[in-house]
């Protein structure tokens, strides 16, 4: 059972980057067909995808957001990174990361989510 847990600050100020680690366990990252990706949901919309970083390690962002974006790993811990630059309030929602499986074209594992405020 792969499990996903994001870890980071639940407050940030403005203009400040923002954080957030997922340490993933019962699977590698590196795992064939694996995409590790970032998900955000601020309050009263819509989940967003940010982000994600396959298994060989190549990234791809949401182009709204690929200018304050970047996402890393480190495959000897077995986690993944996510930075948010120049934050402001609008990014204030729930993180989560998940596992996008490209064999069934789905999301088969999530974390459970952190709150991220940004605020002074």
């Known amino acids: 059972q792969v499990q996903l847990q994001e870890s980071g600050p639940g407050l940030v100020k403005p203009s400040e980057t923002l954080s957030l680690t997922c340490t993933v366990s019962g699977g590698s990252i590196t795992t064939n067909y694996a995409s590790w990706t970032w998900i955000r949901q601020p309050p009263g919309k819509e989940l967003e995808r940010m982000g994600a970083i396959g298994y060989s390690g190549s990234t791809y962002y949401s182009p709204t957001l690929k200018s304050r974006t970047s996402i890393s790993r480190d495959t000897s811990k077995n986690q993944f990174t996510l930075q948010l630059s120049s934050v402001t309030p609008e990014d204030t929602a729930v993180y989560y990361c998940?596992?996008?499986?490209?064999?069934?074209?789905?999301?088969?594992?999530w974390g459970q989510g952190t709150q991220v405020t940004v605020s002074s």
């Open positions: 998940a596992r996008w499986w490209a064999l069934t074209a789905a999301y088969d594992y």
